[in-house]
């Protein structure tokens, strides 16, 4: 099972043996709390089946969203290597399987194999990289610009389609680019007016080239 997930890619088998050994998996219901910001780090997750969201919130409940992360991604290691509090919240926004390895054992392994640690310094490096796109983004680009990003950036080619099989809801697209629900909402429907886009279930299909501004 681990040997699928990159980090883990450079293990030999009785290493992969150890550390699935003393993985503990996890069941989570859509919409679970995994980890709240300012948690203890004693834990990296693997996600084994499922999705999760990884976001910011203030005390008033008000939400932006980080990232989202899929089956063979993994959360959690940036708090075990500086052992700082969680920097973020992560939520499953889908019926989830997780693997979960604790601090000691993830440490002694990475111990033993700088470039498990190396692996680590890329991926970490990507989604640096990743955040400086979206602060750039939310700095730089008008309501219409991030959601058209958005669409964009979460649609897959399909029969000469660009398509989103389990669309976000207005709500999380709001969260993900900073603006309010019902800015978002206008700009959807415009879209869908002019037949840029078309709607079906959980299923958004762009149906030609985004317009340029709004």
Same mark, same amino acid.
Not at 9 to 17: A, D, I, K, N, V
Not at 81 to 101: C, E, H, I, Q, Y
């Given at each position: 099972?681990?040997?699928?997930? +990159?980090?883990?890619?450079? @293990?030999?088998? #009785?290493? *992969?043996?150890?550390?699935? =050994? ?12 995994? %980890? ?10 693997? %996600? ?9 919130? =203030? !005390?008033?409940?008000?939400?932006? &969203? ?11 290691? *940036? +708090?075990? *290597?500086? =052992? ?13 399987? @997780?693997?979960?390895?604790? !601090? ?14 190396? !692996? ?28 058209? !990003?958005?669409? *964009? /950036? ?18 999380? %697209?709001?969260?993900? &680019? /900073? +603006? ?13 007016? /002019?037949?840029?886009?078309? %709607? ?10 985004? #317009?340029?501004?709004?």
């Amino acid at each position: 099972m681990l040997e699928k997930i +990159a980090i883990f890619s450079g @293990l030999s088998q #009785p290493e *992969l043996e150890i550390l699935e =050994n003393h993985m503990v998996k996890r069941s989570c219901q859509k919409n679970t709390v995994v %980890i709240n910001e300012g948690d203890e780090a004693n834990s990296l997750y693997i %996600i084994l089946e499922g999705e999760v969201k990884v976001f910011l919130s =203030n !005390k008033d409940g008000r939400e932006i &969203i980080i990232n989202t992360q899929v089956a063979g991604d993994h959360f959690g290691e *940036l +708090a075990l *290597l500086d =052992n700082a509090p969680r920097s973020a919240s992560v939520m499953t926004t889908m019926k989830s399987t @997780l693997g979960v390895v604790s !601090k000691t054992d993830f440490c002694t392994v990475i111990t033993r194999h700088p470039e498990l640690a190396l !692996k680590l310094i890329r991926e970490l490096t990507r989604r640096v990289r990743l955040l400086s796109d979206s602060v750039k983004t939310l700095a730089l680009m008008d309501v219409y610009g991030r959601v058209a !990003k958005t669409l *964009l /950036g979460m649609a897959e080619h399909e029969n000469g389609h660009l398509v989103i099989e389990n669309r976000p809801t207005q709500q999380d %697209i709001a969260n993900r &680019i /900073g +603006a309010s629900r019902e800015m978002v909402a206008r700009i959807m429907k415009d879209l869908a007016t /002019g037949n840029y886009i078309s %709607i079906d279930g959980k299923r958004l299909v762009i149906n030609e080239k985004l #317009p340029d501004a709004y």
